[in-house]
């Protein structure tokens, strides 16, 4: 378990932003700490959607229990998280 | 008694070099500091600068101009303009003299490389009176705003800003240090002089000028106006070494010199002047947009001025042009939400009426940024301030250091640009940011900015309190809604409730 600094990408915000997660957490708890700095706050919510999380650019979504250990980021990866049906 | 006609000694004078016998051509300019890339002294010899002063013209033509800028401050001192005008005015002014006063001193720093560092004995004339222009503008506006210190701690900022770790003044401290600080006396002619006065002071300054005077602010109109006559002539220099360099198998590197200070300037000038362009003067002053402006007054004047020289232009005209709609409505909605961090106070700019003007001007502003804007309004109305302030940081660019943004809503579009680099890894906010990084590595790569600081430990206590601790940003000085949120109030109507 340690801290690890990410740079968030999130869908419908307009900046990239600092978020801390543990290597614990997994992709769903990681896309709530990235949602905290932006939903709500500049993000509508869209409660009926569910949030995933894939690496910057790419078009596949991260399994949502996987951990963030096994997804082997380097410090200050840049992650984006979009809302989805499932 | 006779005096010899001007046109028969002025060339001889404004030319005048020497041969050195105590110690070599290289000892008396060292390359580091002259930059002449193999040019020979005969060649640099032939600069021409197009406007020509002496110094008797010149010192009647500045004391004319302070004795009228300051003739109107002193006339509309008992006027007290400043404690009548828009806060969104009031802003402008605070943010402005806190970004420019101190650089202009610096300024003349720079412009004192070439009077004593450049080969061509034209630049080195020309770059004194630059040296003396830059030391009177870094004095009028830190005088100016000095007289109004009474009214708030913020206006002090004209003289502390550059003197602390504010991101803002980090991110101009990073682009002033690249273009005249750190740059041999022919790159500072080229970085300074053309890619930076040459466009963008024009933007600040005649830009700004017409805005002052719409908004009745004559003090601050003549100021400034009195400044950009000063940049319009000592912007000249860049140009005649432009034109030794090409003529002289250079053209690639001129070119690359001239690409990094316009894609850098572009970048601080879109964080600074947009916002103000098109958010922070009262809706009724506005004269044209941003982007109006930019074209008219940058895009299509360095489109010609490239030409005319034999340049082209920069690869990332296209980039540039497309980001008129886009890069500084972000930097506005940052500097905005992260409000404490400036030493201004934002004006939202984002009224019913600021909507529809943002939208005539910007069309589909309201289905992108305007998205964002919905939700901070509501909150606003539902009581909801503390989720319009932030929790943490914005991503900074390695290269502008400013945030990386990108279009929000509908149009969501954001693309971190990565590099890796001895293990580390950088983030820029476009192609350009990275490429300009790319030009010299060696240069840049130690730079750490705002989140390098913050992840290193340097600021403590590791949160946002610690930040604004770390940017010397006390309670009276910390920016707050310029409006005291007002423009909020005409959407209490459509307010969802929470």
Redesign the interface.
């Known amino acids: 378990m340690a801290v690890l600094p990410i740079c968030a990408n999130f869908e419908g915000d307009f900046v990239l932003q600092l978020v801390s997660v543990d290597t614990d957490d997994t992709m769903d708890q990681v896309a709530e700490k990235c949602a905290h700095h932006s939903v709500g706050r500049r993000v509508a919510p869209q409660p009926q959607k569910v949030m995933r999380v894939r690496l910057h650019g790419s078009n596949e979504n991260y399994p949502r229990g996987m951990k963030v250990s096994d997804a082997s980021w380097r410090a200050t990866e840049t992650v984006d998280v979009t809302f989805a049906d499932q | 008694m006779y005096k010899i006609p001007r046109e028969e000694w002025y060339d001889l004078t404004r030319a005048v070099n020497w041969t050195p016998k105590y110690v070599t051509e290289e000892e008396l300019f060292p390359e580091e500091m002259s930059g002449a890339r193999g040019i020979s002294m005969s060649t640099w010899e032939t600069y021409d600068e197009p406007y020509k002063v002496t110094y008797p013209e010149y010192v009647s033509v500045q004391r004319e101009k302070d004795s009228g800028a300051y003739s109107v401050k002193a006339a509309l001192e008992r006027d007290a303009y400043v404690d009548r005008a828009d806060p969104g005015w009031i802003s402008t002014m605070i943010a402005h003299y806190g970004a420019i006063s101190v650089n202009e001193y610096g300024a003349s720093t720079g412009e004192a490389r070439m009077a004593r560092f450049a080969k061509a004995p034209g630049n080195r004339n020309m770059a004194i009176f630059g040296a003396l222009d830059e030391n009177r503008h870094g004095q009028i506006q830190l005088y100016f705003p000095h007289a109004n210190i009474k009214r708030s701690r913020q206006w002090d900022w004209a003289h502390k800003a550059m003197h602390t770790n504010d991101w803002a003044a980090i991110a101009a401290r990073s682009f002033f240090d690249d273009i005249m600080f750190t740059r041999d006396a022919v790159a500072v002619s080229i970085m300074l002089t053309f890619g930076f006065e040459t466009g963008f002071t024009n933007m600040q300054f005649l830009g700004l000028a017409a805005d002052a005077s719409n908004a009745g602010d004559h003090t601050f109109a003549s100021l400034i106006s009195s400044v950009q006559t000063d940049e319009a002539r000592h912007a000249q220099q860049g140009g005649p070494s432009l034109k030794i360099l090409i003529a002289n198998g250079k053209k690639d590197e001129a070119q690359a010199l001239v690409d990094v200070s316009i894609w850098r300037a572009w970048k601080l000038f879109s964080v600074l002047t947009g916002p103000i362009m098109d958010y922070y003067t009262p809706l009724e002053h506005r004269q044209q947009s941003f982007k109006e402006f930019m074209v008219e007054w940058i895009i299509i004047q360095f489109e010609r001025q490239l030409a005319d020289l034999g340049l082209d232009a920069p690869w990332f005209w296209e980039d540039l042009t497309k980001g008129l709609d886009v890069t500084h409505?972000?930097m506005h909605?940052?500097v905005y939400?992260w409000r404490p961090t400036v030493w201004w106070n934002p004006a939202a700019g984002a009224s019913p009426e600021d909507r529809e003007w943002l939208e005539e001007k910007y069309p589909g502003w309201n289905k992108t940024?305007g998205?964002?804007w919905?939700?901070?309004t509501d909150?606003l109305n539902n009581g909801r301030e503390d989720?319009?302030l932030?929790?943490?940081?914005?991503?900074i660019c390695n290269m502008s250091q400013l945030?990386?943004?990108?279009?929000?809503?509908d149009g969501?579009d954001?693309?971190?640009y990565?590099l890796?680099l001895d293990g580390r890894?950088y983030?820029f906010a476009s192609e350009a940011d990275r490429w300009c990084f790319e030009q010299d590595p060696e240069r840049y790569k130690q730079h750490q900015n705002l989140?390098d600081r913050?992840?290193s430990g340097e600021i403590q206590p590791a949160d946002l309190s610690g930040a604004l601790l770390y940017m010397s940003l006390g309670p009276e000085e910390m920016g707050k809604d310029a409006h005291d949120y007002a423009w909020a109030e005409g959407f209490k109507d459509k307010t969802k409730v929470a």
Do not use: A, R, S
């Open positions: 409505h972000g909605l940052g939400f940024w998205k964002c919905d939700v901070m909150n989720l319009t932030p929790e943490t940081l914005p991503y945030p990386i943004v990108g279009t929000p809503g969501w954001i693309k971190d990565q890796e890894l983030h989140i913050f992840l």
